[in-house]
């Protein structure tokens, strides 16, 4: 395949096609958007090393986490690179920082790289740079948070449905007294999560107490501090759903300190599996998503899109409750 076979293709001139790869900014994106399904189609790569950046930006793919140190992404981000690497592309990782300008940042790199695929785990504050990516003909993913934008690929997990199931076996073994530490509310994923354990709760004819909902940013800190707040209160909860496995870390480190017994004094459900989960003591139960097939899909469906593949689709899967030993009936009568 040369660039005078690619032209012939797509009924465009050799020095339009050389432009859409090296200079994109002086192409229309829908052009640039062709002659790049085009290239992966067929594979083609263009000859001699003063190739810039711009031209093997084809191969590369941004990816853009949270928080890097959260085993959920870390698990994400070897099974897009496994899928990655099996289809001949690299992948380049970003650490957000659960900070929008970090992410800002991280964004604004992946651009100047002129790579050809973001895979995003939005903080909700960079819509226009996502933008920008857009109008680039770059292709542009939101896995696990959704950004807003249309016309993207997302892959998520049914976050309100992982919060549903939590709360529901809390409920089964008797509790009444159900608080949650919350995430971030500008993140789709956290909202998700909050309403599914509010709707739960009101199915079931349980109040939900202002003083139990307790947020956190998503960090082993948050969950600290907010299970400090709770275990303040005159009537403290005897379950507590937590919205992620970084927060509950947070949460059994404070619950430790106070020397309150898990689960006989509190027990504890975390959306998001770890491996340290399975063997605390008692090992933790969790709502856990299916993580090597969601990182899986998220490449299948940027590849997909790079080779002009179907129109833009949300992939949700389902979550999976795991009980294991950090939850049982309460101590306490309920009122």
Request: include cysteine.
């Amino acid at each position: 395949m040369t660039l005078h076979d690619l032209a012939k293709e797509l009924n465009l001139s050799i020095a339009t096609i050389s432009r859409a790869l090296s200079r994109p900014e002086d192409v229309a994106p829908l052009t640039r958007q062709r002659v790049l399904a085009a290239v992966h189609r067929h594979g083609y790569t263009p000859n001699g090393t003063t190739r810039s950046l711009r031209t093997q930006q084809t191969r590369t793919i941004g990816v853009v986490v949270s928080d890097i140190r959260n085993a959920f992404f870390a698990a994400v981000v070897k099974a897009i690179e496994d899928e990655a690497r099996a289809n001949g592309y690299t992948v380049l990782i970003c650490n957000a920082d659960e900070d929008s300008a970090k992410e800002e940042a991280a964004l604004q790199l992946l651009l100047d790289r002129k790579v050809s695929g973001v895979i995003n785990c939005s903080t909700g504050a960079n819509l226009d740079l996502l933008h920008t990516f857009q109008k680039s003909g770059a292709v542009l993913v939101d896995f696990d948070r959704e950004s807003g934008l249309k016309n993207l690929d997302t892959v998520v997990v049914d976050n309100r449905r992982g919060a549903e199931l939590a709360t529901e076996h809390l409920v089964d073994l008797g509790h009444r007294d159900i608080a949650t530490v919350a995430g971030p509310q500008h993140l789709s994923n956290a909202r998700g999560r909050l309403i599914g354990f509010q709707d739960t709760l009101r199915k079931h004819n349980i109040q939900v107490k202002k003083s139990f909902v307790q947020y956190g940013n998503f960090r082993q800190e948050s969950g600290y501090q907010a299970a400090q707040k709770l275990h303040s209160l005159r009537q403290p909860p005897t379950a507590l759903f937590v919205a992620n496995v970084e927060m509950a870390a947070g949460v059994i480190a404070f619950v430790r300190d106070k020397g309150v017994t898990i689960p006989q004094e509190i027990s504890i459900v975390s959306f998001d599996d770890s491996f340290w989960a399975r063997y605390m003591d008692p090992p933790l139960t969790v709502v856990a998503q299916p993580v090597e097939t969601m990182g899986k899909c998220t490449m299948e469906l940027l590849l997909a899109r790079l080779r002009g593949g179907k129109p833009a689709q949300t992939k949700v899967f389902m979550p999976e409750l795991i009980v294991r030993r950090s939850t049982c009936s309460p101590a306490r009568s309920p009122r």
